[in-house]
Each structure stands twice: as structure tokens, then as C-alpha cells.
């Protein structure tokens, strides 16, 4: 088992930037390659952005292509996501995981996060 905790959420204006972090506990957390993905109101979950466990690659959804950056600190066992630019419609509970495989839908990951709120006002 391997418990997310995500924290760093908040209410920001649009252009403001944010970090999220997610720390994780339990099983060897540095074997896991770490995704986000976001929900908001209405909509289903998506993918944001996922790190390889050694943090060779890095991936990222379109929408957030040069303005969030994912990484990760194995000796800290915490994943963060640099959230720069921050737009309305980045407004969403943002969620971490935690799986074997580094894909952009969730069924490729085995454990999550509760979540952190981000809303992003205009």
C-alpha cells in the first residue's frame, strides 16, 4: 500500500502561480512513477502531467504544456507540480497517483490521493 497526501491548493488570481506537493508513505515510493490529474466541477478526471520513477521523462497534457512543470524528490518521498500562469479553467480538485505504469489515463494507476482544491479566479 501507498498512502498521497496532497496539499498546496488554494485560491489564486489568473497569472498567479501555485505548487502542489504529495507525499506519499507506505511502499518503496521511489519504484512508482507519480502522475496528476485534475477534476473539475461536471467533468471527468484528466490527465495533467507524470514523472517516471527515476525522473528521466516527463509528460504533460497539452493544456499545461510549458506552464506546469512535475518532479520529484525520492529521498523525500514527495512528487510536486510547479504550477505557473494559472488560468481559470485550471480551476479543478487536483489529484496525485501513484502507479506501475506511466500513462495518461487513470486506470494505469493503483493508488491516489484525496486531493487538493485549486481555483483559480479571474
Known amino acids: 500500500q501507498v498512502q498521497l497526501v496532497e496539499s498546496g491548493g488554494g485560491l489564486v488570481q489568473t497569472g498567479d502561480s501555485l505548487r502542489l506537493s504529495c507525499a506519499a508513505s507506505?511502499?518503496?515510493?521511489?519504484?512508482?512513477?507519480m502522475g496528476w490529474f485534475r477534476q473539475a466541477p461536471g467533468k471527468e478526471r484528466e490527465f495533467v502531467a507524470a514523472?517516471?520513477?527515476?525522473?528521466?521523462?516527463?509528460y504533460y497534457a497539452d493544456s499545461v504544456k510549458g506552464r506546469f512543470t512535475i518532479s520529484r524528490d525520492n529521498a523525500k518521498n514527495t512528487v510536486y507540480l510547479q504550477m505557473n500562469s494559472l488560468k481559470p479553467e485550471d480551476t479543478a480538485i487536483y489529484y496525485c497517483?501513484?502507479?506501475?505504469?506511466?500513462?495518461?489515463?487513470?486506470?494505469?494507476?493503483?493508488?491516489w490521493g484525496k486531493g487538493t482544491q485549486v481555483t483559480v479566479s479571474s
Open positions: 514523472i517516471t520513477w527515476s525522473a528521466g521523462n516527463t
Open positions: 507506505g511502499r518503496t515510493f521511489s519504484v512508482y512513477h
Open positions: 497517483a501513484a502507479g506501475r505504469a506511466v500513462v495518461p489515463t487513470t486506470s494505469g494507476y493503483e493508488y
